[in-house]
């Protein structure tokens, strides 16, 4: 696991860190706190301001070295651009600016002095809460395998931010503002560590035994073996894992945190977890190969959501599903122009090995439906290189057949930063996906990759309202961002986190 960063809350009136951090907004407005600092210094931060010119722009930092009279040797500035119209996201984003500013300062521990002028002591609690959030985030790293700082140096790395101190009016209130947001990010940052794992420590059989982890927090997990799974007849998930030596398996993860209401129908997540894609006989081209250790980002962000919303104990009743499979090349592999039977019965021609992630999928969530009859289905996969070519890495495709479902989690989109695109389910995809001598092939050909591939799906999903989320150029290596510069992302976990939140944990609709 990553280092994580302990974060905690001091009143206004404790001593701050030998490096802190303050807030500015509408042209360097501080806060009361921050003016007194500034009274202190004999108006060392407002000269400095004026000296480089700096309006405390959105994102925008200034350092003041040793700033007389008050016992600090970096005071760093954070602009919040205009207050009024600052956003919950914005607030979250800023969290991770000052910890990247912190921390190219090469310091173990600083301050935060958490008010912004015109603000009440109940909207800085949630302002504190908020940035901690983002610095959480921003603050996660992978390094487990570095045994050096450098090729000279034979010393194990432990510099790094550690401690992160945040200074409000009421501590406690913002501790318990932070609770349910700390949850959220650790279920981030496990996904992340998920995905970031080399696939020689993490198997199939490895992957799925991580998940017995959320026992502790009060969610049931089952794991499926190979022979449970061809008890089940599912053909479709157990033909990818043909060609490796590693046994397949199936985990599921059940939360029932539905208050007073344990007979909720409930909310089925499904993840794609291929370890490592070779593309099997198809095989794929060496070039960027290694990246194939993230296929499985989809199931990590699947247990990473379970682990969030059983450690913030949510109001909901919600199951986890991954297909944990390896797909490699041997004399035992499926073989293009080979059929196989899925858990549905339907028969499905291999045209292509190299498409195994809707083979998994299909048979999980024939699974999903069979036994949870769940209120609503929605799967995450990296799934497609087409889906990249349309909506490059910042964007995740969103194939829907509900409307309403779909509109929900644009709205969870846009709160979280986390972003989607709708993409079309139409007839002609579906069409594509017709073979001659089963009931389906498992690809469409070139064009519309990422559509065919949902249509794919599709036919696996019954009347139940459903989502495909394409995560291909979004779970790793995506766009690095203020809260994320880690090659894992842990896409995901926060948009179904806040879908969830807004819209389920409530009595049934």
Known sequence: MSDRLDVSFASHSADPEAVTVILAADGVALGPKAKDLDTKSAGGVMKAASAADYKAKFKSTLEILAPAKIGIDRLIVVGLGKAATLTELQIIEAGGILVSAIEARKCTSASVIVDIEGTDDKKTEEVAALLAYGAQLRHYNFKKYLTKKSSDDATPSKDGLRKLILHVAQPDKAKSAYAPLKAVANGV?????????PANILGPVELAEKTLALEKLGVEVEILDVKAMEKLKMGSLLCVG????????MAVMVWNGAKGNKKQKPICFVGKGVIFDTGGISIKPAAGMEDMKGDMGGAAAVVGLMHALAERKANVNAVGLIGCVENMPSGNAVRPGDIVTSMSGQTIEVINTDAEGRLVLADVLWYAQENFKPRLIIDLATLTGAIMIALGKEFAGMFANDDKLAEELMTASKATGEKIW?????KAFDKAMDSKNADMKNTGGRWAGSATAAAFLQRFIKDTPWVHLDVAGTAM?????????????????????????????????
Do not use: C, H, I, T
Not at 242 to 249: D, F, I, K, L, M
Not at 422 to 426: K, T
């Open 242 to 249: 043909y060609g490796s030596e590693r046994p397949s398996r």
């Open 477 to 509: 290596d995506g766009a690095k961002s203020d809260l994320n510069q880690s090659w894992g992302s842990g896409w995901g976990v926060r948009l179904l986190d806040r879908f969830v939140a807004d819209n389920y944990e409530r009595s049934e609709k």
């Open 189 to 197: 940052n496990v996904a992340r560590d998920l995905v970031n794992e």
């Open 422 to 426: 709708r993409m079309p389910l139409d």
